[in-house]
């Protein structure tokens, strides 16, 4: 059985046309506040949901040497907050 998630990635990896659509008119939203906490950056994240959007964000913090200490994810199917 194929992953659902596959079903908008064609098959060179690339997203359907209404996945990449969404992502155009509604473009993720990074805010960095490093007031919050004396201790930690807080970074919230506000993007349409596709399949490897979180792992990408991971990546991406990851690659800059920063650690997670705490995540809080949210969907409501369509969008995700982190």
């Given at each position: 059985?194929?992953?659902?998630q596959?079903?908008?990635?064609?098959?060179?990896?690339?997203?359907?046309?209404?996945?990449?659509?969404?992502?155009?008119?509604?473009?993720?939203?990074?805010?960095?506040?490093?007031?919050?906490?004396?201790?930690?950056?807080?970074?919230?994240?506000?993007?349409?949901?596709?399949?490897?959007?979180?792992?990408e964000?991971?990546?991406?913090?990851?690659?800059?040497?920063?650690?997670?200490?705490?995540?809080?994810?949210?969907?409501?199917?369509?969008?995700?907050?982190?």
């Amino acid at each position: 059985a194929q992953n659902p998630q596959q079903n908008s990635v064609t098959s060179d990896g690339l997203l359907l046309e209404y996945e990449t659509l969404e992502l155009r008119l509604h473009p993720p939203n990074v805010v960095i506040d490093n007031e919050t906490y004396d201790d930690a950056t807080l970074i919230t994240i506000d993007s349409a949901n596709r399949p490897g959007t979180l792992i990408e964000v991971v990546q991406c913090l990851t690659e800059l040497n920063l650690s997670i200490r705490r995540a809080r994810i949210s969907s409501d199917g369509g969008w995700f907050v982190d």
